[in-house]
């Protein structure tokens, strides 16, 4: 696993959590943890919770679990002095292990992974790594309790995958997270889960740590939320594509919104709604240099920078409708999109000539088959024909100062025009905070690198 770039065991690096957390509570701060699973748990939990539903083999949950038991209890023994706080996390282990098991054995009988089951089996990770963060801290003489989302609070509705929380939720976290504040007790909940009103485990989609620590922020009225990341902080591209790009000091909740939307997977893109209303000031910050002050997200965007950020979604596909003439374009666009939706197809950029009888629609490459067999059991008097081109590329261009500020689309444009890099299709929301464009797959480094310059994003 990596930490800062260097292979660091899970051990060491939960350790090194634990000792955050002692850090800023001996700075008087109350403080609530919550955790994500050790990293890359979350991925081998959907990978074989499928591989385990379509093979059913045994031999494959008692492989699979053994690795798991493997990886947390070394990291527990790694990371916690205390002989008898260390029993008992490995007991609860144990038990959380079985439980998983259990499920696993279900699957596996049913040949069937239901949605609700995924849920169920992905959400161990942190059902995993919440006992073990608080144990942590309890060998550091903290006082910790670990909690699941259901027992923080997080009530949810029954959409497994995407779960979102219910009304009223913040005065039931409120109602079990202040009273442990109360008698200095460090809650550890695990992230990324919550649970149904009937007590039915839910997620709340990928990377939801981030969602669930700003839905509890915002519920307990904290002073500031922190989200550890493995980088600076919010980045003005992807450093892998552009070398010299560099940290984004300060965005605001809309900014930071366009950008997990939209490919930027460092944040949940739903992370920032709990938090706007009370405008909690969000930090995100680098596990390897605490003392950095991170990005900060809050209320004000700065203007002085009309482009904040550049994002690129690599695997999107393109698809083109031709309406037949016989309906409106209303029409066809309304009925692409709900066969589209009713397929549960994301659909990432749409753009329509106006005079053309055409809708252009950007997709998730990984839902290209659903979203072209939605088309085709379509009406054939609504729609024509389509085209769709999977070697394609989304970038979007992000910041709040792009409103009212004439000229940053041409600028966007020559910049490409200028490395000869031609683009395929065009989206602006009317909020002028994103400039989306999509181009071919193989000019899609070079697009992302041109405008970074043209705006003089790196390094100063
Ligand atoms: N473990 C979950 C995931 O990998 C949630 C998170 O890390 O935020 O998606
Ligand atoms: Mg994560």
Same mark, same amino acid.
């Given at each position: ?12 690096? @939960? ?22 699973? /050790?990293?890359?748990?979350?991925? /081998? ?14 031999? /494959? ?24 706080? &260390? ?12 439980? /998983? ?5 279900? @699957? ?45 609070? @997080? ?25 442990? &504040? ?52 919010? !980045? ?20 930071? !919104? ?7 997977? $460092? ?8 938090? $706007? ?5 969000? %930090? ?18 700065? %203007? ?21 003439? $016989?309906?409106? $374009? ?30 252009? @629609? ?9 979203? &072209? ?83 003089? &994003?790196?390094?100063?």
């Amino acid at each position: 696993m990596k930490f800062g770039g260097v292979a660091v065991a899970d051990g060491q690096r @939960i350790r090194r959590v634990g000792e955050l957390v002692r850090r800023f509570k001996s700075e008087a701060h109350e403080i609530v943890v919550v955790t994500s699973a /050790l990293s890359g748990v979350t991925d /081998l939990l959907f990978k074989n919770a499928e591989r385990i539903a379509t093979e059913t083999k045994t031999e /494959l949950i008692e492989e699979f679990v053994e690795e798991l038991r493997r990886r947390h209890v070394r990291a527990a023994e790694e990371a916690i002095d205390d002989k008898d706080v &260390l029993n008992s996390v490995i007991n609860e282990l144990e038990r959380r292990l079985g439980d /998983l098991e259990k499920a696993l054995r279900g @699957i596996c009988l049913l040949g069937e992974l239901t949605k609700r089951s995924l849920d169920y089996i992905t959400s161990s990770g942190e059902r995993l790594s919440a006992p073990l963060l608080a144990g942590v801290l309890e060998s550091l003489r903290i006082n910790s309790v670990h909690l699941t989302g259901g027992e923080a609070g @997080i009530i949810t509705n029954d959409d497994f995958g995407n779960a979102q929380p219910v009304d009223g939720v913040e005065s039931i976290i409120a109602g079990r997270i202040l009273p442990l &504040l109360r008698e200095g007790q460090v809650p550890v909940v695990a992230g990324y889960i919550g649970e149904t009103e009937s007590g039915v485990v839910t997620t709340l989609g990928r990377g939801g740590s981030d969602y669930t620590a700003t839905i509890i922020g915002a519920a307990i009225k904290a002073d500031e939320i922190w989200l550890w990341k493995d980088t600076e902080g919010i !980045m003005t591209a992807d450093p892998r594509i552009v070398p010299n790009a560099c940290k984004i000091p300060t965005l605001s909740y809309v900014e930071a !919104m366009e950008l997990s939307y939209f490919g930027a997977s $460092i944040l949940h893109p739903r992370a920032m709604l709990p938090v $706007i209303r009370n405008e909690i000031p969000v %930090r995100v910050k680098n596990l390897c240099d605490p003392d950095d002050e991170g990005t900060l997200i809050w209320k004000e965007p700065e %203007r002085e920078r009309v482009v904040k950020a550049i994002t690129l979604i690599k695997d999107v596909a393109i698809i083109n409708v031709a309406g037949t003439g $016989i309906t409106s $374009i209303s029409d066809v666009a309304a009925r692409v999109f709900s066969s589209l939706a009713a397929k549960n197809v994301n659909i990432i950029m749409v753009s329509q000539g106006s005079s053309e009888r055409t809708i252009s @629609i950007v997709v998730d490459g990984a839902q290209l088959r659903e979203a &072209l067999d939605a088309l085709r059991n379509m009406n054939g008097n609504v729609i024509k024909d389509f085209y769709f081109n999977p070697d394609v590329c989304a970038i979007g261009v992000v910041g709040a100062g792009m409103a009212g500020t004439p000229g940053v689309a041409g600028r966007v444009f020559s910049a490409l025009g200028e490395r000869g890099i031609s683009i395929i299709m065009i989206a602006q929301g009317s909020s002028e905070y994103n400039i989306s464009f999509v181009v071919r797959k193989d000019d899609a480094y070079e697009a992302v690198r041109a405008i970074h310059d043209a705006f003089g &994003l790196a390094q100063k």
